[in-house]
């Protein structure tokens, strides 16, 4: 009774060691990540075993459909199926059923299994290759003097920083390819600035270049109209609010001071007391007077000046008329 729990011990023992065993190669073969560089060969190996007798690569590519690449040495012979030319053995089979990869693009990202069959077992080796595509780096200064650094087309996205302290966010931009597009604009603490470089960390290779930018013209013509304009529609508005307040101002009729009645001359005066008596249709009584005083400034402006006029001409006829003549009244 007690020999068969040990046995029953043991036996539990090695199937978790089996499993785990087994667990441990899965991960290692799911963890083999390769990574290329767009436009340049990759070669993919399968486990060395010896007495193969079948080889099988199964490809999935992210675009397009699935592809095999079979051999088999009883044989003697190799297939392919829905693989382009690019993907090719890289050896003869059953020496080395190795894969190639040639001008490697982004189409080609996807999982690369080996599956091999010996006398051995069985054995398969997963890889899941990622295609590197590095940035162009392109550094410019914009319409306000800044300067600015692209890393165009990345594939993953690159890293952008400046030599120089600033502040500075970098803004992304994916395309339909799996690229993406950093922008990065340096803005300096100091105006002092004489150059900006710029770095993008990648994964492909890192790149730097530098660059003096310094304020445009355009920019300083665009704040000098902005002043202009502004004062200009200030002095329109002072314009307006004057001729305004000039036509609110109301108007006064003024009347004859006494100071100019009493500045008259005493032949004015004379005068004044005699035509309205030789006028038959008006009487000389102080109250028609004092209505006559009493009309707008304009009347009795035009009043005044046909009694000075006819005072100059009455002295004019006396001074002409012979002696002992007098004008006739």
């Excluded at 060691?17 to 073969?29: D, E, N, S």
Aim: proline share 6%.
């Amino acid at each position: 009774m007690k020999a068969g729990a040990d046995m029953s011990i043991a036996g539990k023992t090695v199937c978790v060691f089996v499993l785990l065993t087994i667990t441990k190669v899965t991960r290692t073969a799911e963890n083999k990540r390769v990574s290329v560089t767009v436009g340049s060969s990759s070669m993919l190996t399968c486990p060395p075993k010896s007495n193969r007798t079948m080889v099988t690569w199964k490809i999935s590519p992210k675009v397009g459909g699935p592809c095999t690449l079979g051999y088999r040495s009883d044989q003697n012979k190799t297939d392919r199926t829905n693989c382009s030319d690019s993907m090719n053995w890289k050896f003869r089979p059953d020496e080395d059923p190795a894969l190639e990869i040639q001008q490697v693009g982004i189409a080609h990202e996807g999982n690369y299994i080996c599956e091999v069959v010996s006398t051995e077992g069985n054995f398969h080796e997963t890889y899941h290759l990622t295609v590197l595509v590095p940035p162009r780096l392109t550094l410019y200064c914009d319409d306000h003097g800044n300067p600015v650094c692209e890393a165009v087309a990345g594939k993953p996205a690159a890293r952008i920083s400046w030599v120089l302290e600033s502040s500075f966010t970098p803004r992304e931009e994916g395309h339909d390819n799996g690229t993406v597009t950093v922008v990065s604009k340096f803005t300096a603490y100091s105006s002092n600035m004489t150059n900006a470089t710029c770095f993008v960390s990648h994964p492909a290779g890192n790149q730097s270049n530098s660059i003096a930018c310094s304020p445009s013209e355009n920019s300083f013509i665009l704040r000098v109209s902005i002043i202009l304009c502004f004062l200009s529609i200030l002095t329109f508005m002072a314009v307006i609010y004057y001729f305004k307040l000039r036509g609110n101002r109301p108007c006064h009729k003024t009347k004859p001071s006494e100071t100019a009645q009493n500045r008259q001359t005493p032949q004015l005066r004379r005068t004044m007391q005699i035509r309205p008596s030789t006028n038959h249709g008006s009487s000389g009584s102080p109250e028609n007077m004092d209505d006559t005083m009493e009309v707008e400034p304009y009347t009795i402006y035009v009043q005044k000046e046909n009694v000075i006029y006819n005072s100059v001409s009455d002295l004019t006829v006396e001074k002409n008329l012979p002696q002992g003549l007098s004008p006739a009244t």
